[in-house]
Protein backbone atom coordinates (compact mmCIF):
# COMPACT_ATOMS: atom_id res chain seq x y z
CA UNK A 1 0.00 0.00 0.00
CA UNK A 2 1.48 3.41 -0.75
CA UNK A 3 2.29 5.60 2.26
CA UNK A 4 -0.70 7.59 4.06
CA UNK A 5 -0.43 11.18 3.47
CA UNK A 6 0.67 13.46 6.41
CA UNK A 7 -0.88 16.63 5.02
CA UNK A 8 -3.23 17.09 2.36
CA UNK A 9 -2.65 18.88 -0.93
CA UNK A 10 -4.65 21.80 -0.02
CA UNK A 11 -2.49 21.82 2.94
CA UNK A 12 0.73 21.87 1.41
CA UNK A 13 -0.26 24.35 -1.35
CA UNK A 14 -1.49 26.90 1.52
CA UNK A 15 2.11 26.34 3.04
CA UNK A 16 3.43 26.80 -0.37
CA UNK A 17 1.61 29.81 -1.21
CA UNK A 18 2.77 31.48 1.55
CA UNK A 19 6.47 31.07 0.87
CA UNK A 20 5.74 31.91 -2.48
CA UNK A 21 4.28 35.19 -1.18
CA UNK A 22 7.00 36.40 1.16
CA UNK A 23 10.26 35.08 -0.46
CA UNK A 24 8.82 34.15 -4.49
CA UNK A 25 8.70 31.41 -6.50
CA UNK A 26 12.52 30.65 -6.47
CA UNK A 27 12.74 30.33 -2.65
CA UNK A 28 9.77 27.22 -3.23
CA UNK A 29 12.55 24.00 -3.12
CA UNK A 30 10.85 20.59 -1.83
CA UNK A 31 13.19 21.57 0.99
CA UNK A 32 12.11 25.01 2.02
CA UNK A 33 7.94 23.36 1.99
CA UNK A 34 9.42 20.35 4.14
CA UNK A 35 10.98 22.79 6.88
CA UNK A 36 7.83 24.64 6.47
CA UNK A 37 5.35 22.29 7.15
CA UNK A 38 7.76 20.61 9.82
CA UNK A 39 8.36 17.43 7.99
CA UNK A 40 11.20 15.85 5.64
CA UNK A 41 10.31 16.18 1.77
CA UNK A 42 8.94 13.11 1.85
CA UNK A 43 4.97 13.74 2.65
CA UNK A 44 5.11 16.67 0.05
CA UNK A 45 5.93 13.59 -3.08
CA UNK A 46 3.36 11.52 -1.48
CA UNK A 47 1.02 14.08 -2.65
CA UNK A 48 2.47 15.29 -5.13
CA UNK A 49 4.85 13.81 -8.01
CA UNK A 50 7.11 16.41 -8.39
CA UNK A 51 7.45 20.35 -7.24
CA UNK A 52 6.27 21.29 -10.85
CA UNK A 53 2.99 20.45 -9.97
CA UNK A 54 3.63 22.05 -6.90
CA UNK A 55 3.97 25.28 -8.42
CA UNK A 56 1.28 24.65 -11.02
CA UNK A 57 -1.37 24.64 -7.73
CA UNK A 58 0.66 27.20 -6.07
CA UNK A 59 -0.07 29.34 -9.47
CA UNK A 60 -3.80 28.04 -9.46
CA UNK A 61 -4.12 29.18 -5.63
CA UNK A 62 -2.37 32.51 -6.23
CA UNK A 63 -4.72 33.27 -9.54
CA UNK A 64 -7.82 32.06 -6.72
CA UNK A 65 -6.59 34.79 -4.40
CA UNK A 66 -6.38 37.56 -7.07
CA UNK A 67 -9.80 37.07 -7.99
CA UNK A 68 -10.38 37.42 -4.68
CA UNK A 69 -9.61 41.47 -5.22
CA UNK A 70 -11.55 41.26 -8.73
CA UNK A 71 -14.82 40.51 -6.83
CA UNK A 72 -14.34 43.36 -4.73
CA UNK A 73 -15.25 45.48 -7.27
CA UNK A 74 -18.51 44.40 -7.83
CA UNK A 75 -20.25 46.47 -4.54
CA UNK A 76 -18.79 49.82 -6.62
CA UNK A 77 -19.13 52.28 -9.08
CA UNK A 78 -17.70 52.17 -12.03
CA UNK A 79 -16.69 48.77 -11.67
CA UNK A 80 -14.44 48.53 -14.35
CA UNK A 81 -12.62 51.50 -13.15
CA UNK A 82 -12.49 49.58 -9.76
CA UNK A 83 -10.87 46.20 -11.29
CA UNK A 84 -7.99 47.94 -12.17
CA UNK A 85 -7.84 49.67 -8.74
CA UNK A 86 -8.00 46.11 -6.72
CA UNK A 87 -5.33 44.70 -9.26
CA UNK A 88 -2.75 47.63 -8.05
CA UNK A 89 -3.86 47.12 -4.94
CA UNK A 90 -2.96 42.94 -5.18
CA UNK A 91 0.20 44.17 -6.66
CA UNK A 92 1.23 46.45 -3.50
CA UNK A 93 -0.06 44.14 -1.00
CA UNK A 94 1.44 40.75 -2.75
CA UNK A 95 4.00 41.81 -5.05
CA UNK A 96 5.70 38.38 -5.29
CA UNK A 97 2.65 36.85 -6.28
CA UNK A 98 1.81 39.46 -8.71
CA UNK A 99 5.50 38.75 -10.52
CA UNK A 100 4.28 35.06 -10.10
CA UNK A 101 1.23 35.32 -12.16
CA UNK A 102 2.09 38.13 -14.73
CA UNK A 103 5.64 38.55 -14.74
CA UNK A 104 7.00 35.11 -15.41
CA UNK A 105 7.77 34.11 -19.04
CA UNK A 106 5.07 31.72 -20.84
CA UNK A 107 6.68 30.20 -23.60
CA UNK A 108 3.46 29.76 -24.80
CA UNK A 109 1.86 33.14 -24.88
CA UNK A 110 2.15 34.52 -28.57
CA UNK A 111 -0.42 37.36 -28.41
CA UNK A 112 -2.81 39.21 -26.00
CA UNK A 113 -5.32 36.45 -27.23
CA UNK A 114 -2.98 33.96 -24.70
CA UNK A 115 -2.83 36.11 -21.72
CA UNK A 116 -6.27 36.75 -21.81
CA UNK A 117 -7.13 32.93 -21.44
CA UNK A 118 -4.49 32.87 -18.39
CA UNK A 119 -5.85 35.86 -16.78
CA UNK A 120 -9.16 33.63 -15.81
CA UNK A 121 -12.69 34.66 -14.96
CA UNK A 122 -11.66 38.09 -14.17
CA UNK A 123 -10.83 38.86 -17.84
CA UNK A 124 -14.70 37.37 -18.95
CA UNK A 125 -16.20 39.47 -15.86
CA UNK A 126 -14.26 42.40 -16.90
CA UNK A 127 -15.38 42.60 -20.31
CA UNK A 128 -18.85 41.56 -19.32
CA UNK A 129 -19.25 44.51 -17.20
CA UNK A 130 -17.93 46.83 -19.86
CA UNK A 131 -20.65 45.75 -22.57
CA UNK A 132 -23.11 46.47 -20.10
CA UNK A 133 -22.27 49.90 -18.43
CA UNK A 134 -20.95 51.91 -21.59
CA UNK A 135 -23.31 49.84 -24.06
CA UNK A 136 -20.72 48.19 -26.26
CA UNK A 137 -19.92 45.51 -28.19
CA UNK A 138 -17.97 42.46 -27.34
CA UNK A 139 -14.99 43.28 -29.70
CA UNK A 140 -15.26 46.81 -28.74
CA UNK A 141 -15.21 46.07 -24.98
CA UNK A 142 -12.43 43.62 -25.07
CA UNK A 143 -10.56 46.30 -27.04
CA UNK A 144 -11.18 49.11 -23.86
CA UNK A 145 -10.37 45.94 -21.89
CA UNK A 146 -6.88 45.27 -23.99
CA UNK A 147 -5.84 48.66 -23.70
CA UNK A 148 -6.67 49.21 -19.86
CA UNK A 149 -5.25 46.13 -18.60
CA UNK A 150 -2.23 46.90 -19.95
CA UNK A 151 -1.97 50.09 -18.59
CA UNK A 152 -3.00 48.75 -15.52
CA UNK A 153 -0.15 46.09 -15.83
CA UNK A 154 2.00 48.26 -16.24
CA UNK A 155 1.74 50.32 -13.03
CA UNK A 156 1.12 46.74 -11.27
CA UNK A 157 4.59 45.69 -12.31
CA UNK A 158 6.28 49.25 -11.34
CA UNK A 159 5.05 48.15 -7.90
CA UNK A 160 5.61 44.94 -7.80
CA UNK A 161 9.10 45.58 -8.71
CA UNK A 162 10.16 47.77 -6.21
CA UNK A 163 10.70 50.75 -9.37
CA UNK A 164 8.21 53.05 -8.62
CA UNK A 165 5.50 54.11 -5.93
CA UNK A 166 1.96 55.80 -6.76
CA UNK A 167 -0.23 57.30 -4.28
CA UNK A 168 -4.11 56.04 -4.14
CA UNK A 169 -5.04 59.63 -5.45
CA UNK A 170 -2.54 59.03 -8.38
CA UNK A 171 -3.57 55.53 -9.12
CA UNK A 172 -7.14 56.55 -9.32
CA UNK A 173 -6.18 59.94 -11.80
CA UNK A 174 -3.86 57.62 -14.15
CA UNK A 175 -6.61 55.01 -14.68
CA UNK A 176 -9.87 57.21 -15.19
CA UNK A 177 -7.94 59.26 -18.37
CA UNK A 178 -6.80 56.24 -19.94
CA UNK A 179 -9.89 54.69 -19.86
CA UNK A 180 -11.72 57.84 -20.68
CA UNK A 181 -9.61 58.71 -23.33
CA UNK A 182 -9.90 54.78 -24.79
CA UNK A 183 -13.87 55.16 -24.13
CA UNK A 184 -14.04 58.24 -26.52
CA UNK A 185 -11.64 56.42 -29.24
CA UNK A 186 -13.92 53.68 -29.52
CA UNK A 187 -16.87 55.63 -29.17
CA UNK A 188 -16.05 57.88 -32.05
CA UNK A 189 -14.93 54.88 -34.28
CA UNK A 190 -11.33 55.58 -35.37
CA UNK A 191 -9.89 52.96 -32.39
CA UNK A 192 -9.14 50.98 -35.36
CA UNK A 193 -7.21 53.16 -37.28
CA UNK A 194 -4.89 54.64 -34.52
CA UNK A 195 -4.20 51.37 -34.11
CA UNK A 196 -2.77 50.62 -37.72
CA UNK A 197 0.70 51.26 -38.18
CA UNK A 198 0.13 53.16 -41.77
CA UNK A 199 2.44 51.99 -45.00
CA UNK A 200 5.34 54.33 -45.79
CA UNK A 201 4.33 55.77 -49.38
CA UNK A 202 6.63 53.93 -52.15
Known amino acids: ?16 LDIAAEKGVKSLTARELGTALGCSTRPIFTAFKNMDE ?13 EEYARRAMDFSPVYKELGVQMVLFATEHPKLYRLLFMTEKPEAENFDDVFRNLGDMATLSVEVIQRDY ?4 ENARLLFKHNWIQTYAIGALIATGVCRFGADEIQDILSREFVAMLMLIKSGKAESCTTIPEKNK
Open 1 to 16: MPPKAKFTREEIVEKA
Open 54 to 66: VLLEVRKAALGKF
Open 135 to 138: DLSY
